[in-house]
């Protein structure tokens, strides 16, 4: 029998209780021994909780008690999260986490930290919730170059601009929405500044380089400033918003950024709604793939916080390669990527041909039911034009990128 300690019992870390309690024996059979939650550690109490019994206050308690073999850390937060799995680590325990925001910032050095104490450091859970795509990169795809990340990583964000589409309604009718469902936090600005997806993309381009990428060097976008018109005109070009991380690793570096993007309806994450993630991989070999699923809530990323532990008891001893290394990979300097833009404009047409002076050929559109401006459509340019066009003509309210 393996028996583990569970860190946090909130959301996931009760869902990782349950799973193990509901599904012991399915997990029994699976990993060839029976798994065993020993310990959970909590500031609260939980009485009438099952898990009471469990529950102790301090973390000498987990890290003191050779028993327990696995710990899975669900408390979020980087600084005490950091310490408690270090000192996990150091005594020679397996650590899984869901945490993307200890991932990507200290992965490195917990990730090293595992190897020298000849234990596992897993986070299937960091990125998209229940949606299997670290053990993926990790094992099926390890004979493939990976060219293109690109993909749907915040269920909150996808939630909301999936109800303002739908309903026309604003940004703060829907985030509050959002928080009374328990889809946002109370603070939501992780998610709705892009911070969220930005640490789960630089966790991904660090697999996929097998080297640190820095998410605080990744330009960054949220959708707060996304409203009812703009979705007033994707619907009239037959496109869709969504905030999306993409990354592409070539010549020694990785070129990434989130923000929101227009696609279009028949692009493959075009069904992707809700509070639903999907992330879609560019390989030399296997070609586009699509990885689809809840990527929020309880019992989805609980169970994929259960998956590691699985792994943790079946193969306890580190792997000899890290996932990846502490050497940083240098993030391209934003600005030189060429993509379309639309932006919208406010006065009448005849400033299309100022802006078509600067920006080339341009598509000019209108959204029915909206007056005192118009949008327009880029070619193909570069970051750093757009920009450069924004600052020099304030008629431009806002912009959009394409994703083509």
């Given at each position: 029998?393996?028996?583990i300690?569970?860190?946090?019992?909130?959301?996931?870390?009760s869902?990782?209780v349950e799973?193990?309690?509901?599904?012991?024996?399915?997990?029994?059979?699976?990993?060839?021994?029976?798994?065993e939650?020993?310990?959970?550690?909590?500031l609260?109490d939980?009485p009438g909780?099952p898990?009471?019994e469990l529950?102790v206050h301090d973390i000498a308690?987990?890290?003191?008690?050779?028993?327990i073999s696995?710990?899975?850390?669900?408390?979020?937060?980087?600084d005490?999260?950091?310490k408690?799995?270090?000192?996990?680590?150091?005594?020679?325990?397996s650590v899984v986490?869901?945490n993307?925001?200890m991932?990507?910032?200290?992965?490195s050095?917990?990730l090293?930290?595992?190897q020298?104490?000849?234990?596992?450091?897993l986070?299937?859970?960091?990125?998209g919730?229940?949606?299997p795509?670290i053990?993926?990169?990790?094992?099926?795809?390890?004979?493939d170059?990976?060219?293109k990340?690109?993909?749907i990583?915040?269920?909150t964000?996808?939630?909301?601009?999936?109800?303002?589409?739908?309903?026309?309604?604003?940004?703060?009718?829907?985030?509050?929405?959002?928080?009374?469902?328990?889809?946002?936090?109370?603070?939501p600005?992780?998610?709705v500044?892009?911070?969220?997806?930005?640490?789960k993309?630089?966790?991904?381009?660090?697999?996929v380089?097998?080297?640190?990428?820095?998410?605080?060097?990744?330009?960054t976008e949220?959708?707060?400033?996304?409203?009812?018109?703009?979705?007033?005109?994707?619907?009239a070009m037959?496109?869709?918003?969504r905030l999306?991380?993409e990354?592409?690793?070539?010549d020694d570096q990785?070129?990434?950024?989130?923000?929101?993007?227009?696609?279009?309806?028949?692009?493959?994450?075009?069904?992707?709604n809700?509070?639903?993630?999907?992330?879609?991989l560019?390989?030399?070999?296997?070609?586009d793939?699509?990885?689809?699923?809840?990527?929020a809530?309880?019992?989805?990323?609980?169970?994929?916080?259960?998956?590691?532990?699985i792994e943790a008891?079946?193969?306890?001893?580190?792997v000899k390669?890290?996932?990846?290394?502490d050497?940083?990979m240098?993030v391209?300097?934003f600005?030189s990527?060429?993509r379309r833009?639309?932006?919208?404009?406010?006065?009448?047409e005849?400033?299309a041909d100022?802006l078509?002076?600067q920006?080339?050929?341009l598509?000019?559109l209108?959204?029915p039911?909206?007056?005192?401006?118009?949008?327009?459509?880029?070619g193909e340019?570069?970051e750093?034009t757009?920009?450069?066009?924004?600052?020099?003509c304030?008629?431009?309210i806002s912009?959009?990128?394409?994703?083509?």
């Amino acid at each position: 029998m393996a028996k583990i300690a569970v860190m946090g019992y909130g959301t996931v870390g009760s869902g990782v209780v349950e799973i193990l309690r509901e599904n012991g024996d399915l997990v029994a059979e699976r990993c060839g021994q029976k798994i065993e939650v020993k310990k959970v550690l909590d500031l609260r109490d939980f009485p009438g909780d099952p898990a009471q019994e469990l529950i102790v206050h301090d973390i000498a308690e987990i890290v003191g008690d050779d028993e327990i073999s696995v710990v899975c850390e669900t408390m979020g937060g980087v600084d005490i999260a950091t310490k408690f799995v270090t000192q996990c680590l150091e005594a020679g325990k397996s650590v899984v986490t869901s945490n993307k925001a200890m991932v990507a910032a200290n992965g490195s050095a917990l990730l090293k930290l595992a190897q020298k104490n000849n234990v596992r450091f897993l986070f299937e859970a960091s990125v998209g919730g229940g949606i299997p795509i670290i053990r993926n990169l990790r094992t099926c795809l390890t004979a493939d170059h990976i060219q293109k990340i690109f993909g749907i990583l915040n269920g909150t964000t996808n939630y909301m601009l999936t109800k303002m589409y739908d309903e026309g309604a604003d940004y703060d009718a829907v985030l509050k929405e959002a928080q009374k469902k328990g889809f946002a936090e109370a603070d939501p600005s992780a998610d709705v500044e892009g911070w969220d997806a930005c640490r789960k993309i630089a966790i991904l381009s660090s697999i996929v380089s097998g080297r640190f990428v820095d998410f605080q060097k990744i330009h960054t976008e949220g959708i707060t400033k996304i409203t009812p018109v703009d979705m007033a005109y994707a619907k009239a070009m037959g496109r869709m918003i969504r905030l999306v991380g993409e990354s592409v690793v070539e010549d020694d570096q990785v070129h990434a950024m989130v923000a929101p993007m227009m696609f279009d309806k028949e692009h493959a994450l075009a069904g992707v709604n809700m509070e639903f993630n999907a992330i879609f991989l560019t390989s030399d070999m296997l070609g586009d793939t699509m990885f689809y699923g809840q990527g929020a809530g309880k019992l989805p990323t609980a169970s994929a916080v259960a998956s590691d532990v699985i792994e943790a008891v079946s193969s306890p001893e580190a792997v000899k390669r890290s996932v990846w290394t502490d050497e940083e990979m240098p993030v391209a300097e934003f600005g030189s990527e060429n993509r379309r833009f639309f932006a919208r404009v406010s006065g009448d047409e005849s400033l299309a041909d100022t802006l078509g002076a600067q920006l080339g050929s341009l598509q000019v559109l209108r959204a029915p039911g909206i007056a005192g401006e118009f949008g327009i459509v880029t070619g193909e340019l570069a970051e750093e034009t757009m920009a450069a066009c924004v600052k020099a003509c304030p008629e431009i309210i806002s912009v959009i990128r394409m994703a083509d």
